[in-house]
C-alpha cells in the first residue's frame, strides 16, 4: 500500500469515527477509537510511540510522543480544541523528523465537518515521478 493509499484510508476511518461519535471528547478517545479501526483493518499500530531526541550523540529522553505511527510509515497526531496553531504542526514536523517518517497526517477531531480538521505534512517533501505521497 503506497503512502497515499494509506493516509486515505487513516482518514476516511476518523471520519467514520468522528460520523458515529462527533466532536466533544477527549483526544484518548478518538485515539483508541482510531486504532481499534485501524488494527481492525489489519495495519500495524503503535501508540504513544517515544519520539528520540538525540542531541550531540546524547540520546535523551524528553517524553515525547507520537500518538499513533502507523505501519511505521505514517504518524498521526490528534487533537480535539478550538483551531489547530502553528504549533501543531511544528510538533508534528518535529516527530516526522526524529522518527524518519515521511508523511503524517494532523486530525482536529473538535469541528463539525471533519475533513475542516485535518491537516496532511510530509518531511523533507522532494517530489518523486510516480508520486506516492
Do not use: W
Not at 21 to 49: D, F, V
Not at 62 to 84: I, N, P, Q, S, T
Not at 88 to 100: M, P, V, W, Y
Amino acid at each position: 500500500m503506497h503512502r497515499r493509499e494509506l493516509t486515505s484510508e487513516i482518514i476516511g476511518t476518523a471520519i467514520k469515527i468522528h460520523r458515529i461519535l462527533g466532536p466533544g471528547l477527549l483526544e484518548s478517545a478518538y485515539e483508541t477509537c482510531l486504532a481499534y479501526e485501524l488494527e481492525n483493518l489489519r495495519l500495524r499500530i503503535e501508540r504513544q510511540k517515544p519520539v528520540p531526541l538525540i542531541y550531540e550523540a546524547v540520546k535523551l529522553d524528553c517524553g515525547f510522543r507520537a500518538d499513533l505511527v502507523v505501519e511505521g510509515r505514517v504518524v498521526v497526531e490528534l487533537k480535539c480544541k478550538e483551531a489547530l496553531h502553528p504549533v501543531d504542526e511544528a510538533q508534528l514536523l518535529s516527530h516526522l523528523r526524529l522518527l524518519n517518517i515521511p508523511v503524517g497526517l494532523l486530525i482536529n477531531f473538535h469541528v463539525a465537518l471533519l475533513k475542516d480538521g485535518i491537516k496532511r505534512m510530509v518531511n523533507n517533501y522532494i517530489e518523486s515521478a510516480e508520486k506516492s505521497f
